[in-house]
T-cell receptor, first 114, second 114 residues
Framework: DTGVSQDPRHKITKRGQNVTFRCDPISEHNRLYWYRQTLGQGPEFLTYFQNEAQLEKSRLLSDRFSAERPKGSFSTLEIQRTEQGDSAMYLC????????????FGPGTRLTVL | AQKVTQAQTEISVVEKEDVTLDCVYETRDTTYYLFWYKQPPSGELVFLIRRNSFDEQNEISGRYSWNFQKSTSSFNFTITASQVVDSAVYFCALSEEDGNKLVFGAGTILRVKS
């Protein structure tokens, strides 16, 4: 199996711009997760999808953040009107079906907001 | 509420020394899973082990071993005869039946010097 892939790997943007990240999960994995990791911290949950349905969102996910997973395949995470506090590594993970399953992570997208 | 604590922020050892990384967790669920991930300098989280709450058997995989003790809510990780390639940040994480996400500790930076 190919692993989880994310694009782009790095993104530098100016404050106030919109950015969009893409995640391609392991094929046939029904669950897809987004996490955010800031320097010196562990990843923090943002949201997850079961197939195309977005089933849970963290309080960390402000109104400027939106995620989609059309057709239950790849997912996109968009941040509107970026702020310097959005600078972080955005990690995507996928798992077969339930909370019991191992989540496999992609390489992440490092966002820098100037 | 679920919580994972990795009290050791950073550990430095000399190659061939044994090292133990501590992990303490909090949960109200009786069914849960514990994980360890490795994050090398490249940034990608690499899955190491998954353990469910009903299986307290210790596990050994090559130079790696894990000690799960429900009585102390701990899931510690030992690397025997450490190598420079073991240098990384190691994260312990918890997944609950009532949750749909991984909750991570803050991570332990392991530096193995030659």
């Amino acid at each position: 199996d190919t692993g989880v892939s994310q694009d782009p790997r790095h993104k530098i943007t100016k404050r106030g711009q919109n950015v969009t990240f893409r995640c391609d999960p392991i094929s046939e994995h029904n669950r897809l997760y987004w996490y955010r990791q800031t320097l010196g911290q562990g990843p923090e949950f943002l949201t997850y999808f079961q197939n195309e349905a977005q089933l849970e969102k963290s309080r960390l996910l402000s109104d400027r953040f939106s995620a989609e997973r059309p057709k239950g395949s790849f997912s996109t995470l968009e941040i509107q009107r970026t702020e310097q506090g959005d600078s972080a590594m955005y990690l995507c993970a996928s798992s077969p079906a339930s909370f019991e399953d191992t989540q496999y992570f992609g390489p992440g997208t490092r966002l820098t907001v100037l | 509420a679920q919580k994972v604590t990795q009290a050791q922020t950073e550990i430095s050892v000399v190659e061939k020394e044994d090292v133990t990384l501590d992990c303490v967790y909090e949960t109200r669920d009786t069914t849960y899973y514990l994980f360890w991930y490795k994050q090398p300098p490249s940034g990608e989280l690499v899955f190491l082990i998954r353990r469910n709450s009903f299986d307290e058997q210790n596990e050994i995989s090559g130079r790696y071993s894990w000690n799960f003790q429900k009585s102390t809510s701990s899931f510690n990780f030992t690397i025997t005869a450490s190598q420079v390639v073991d240098s990384a940040v190691y994260f312990c994480a918890l997944s609950e039946e009532d949750g749909n996400k991984l909750v991570f500790g803050a991570g332990t930076i392991l530096r193995v010097k030659s």
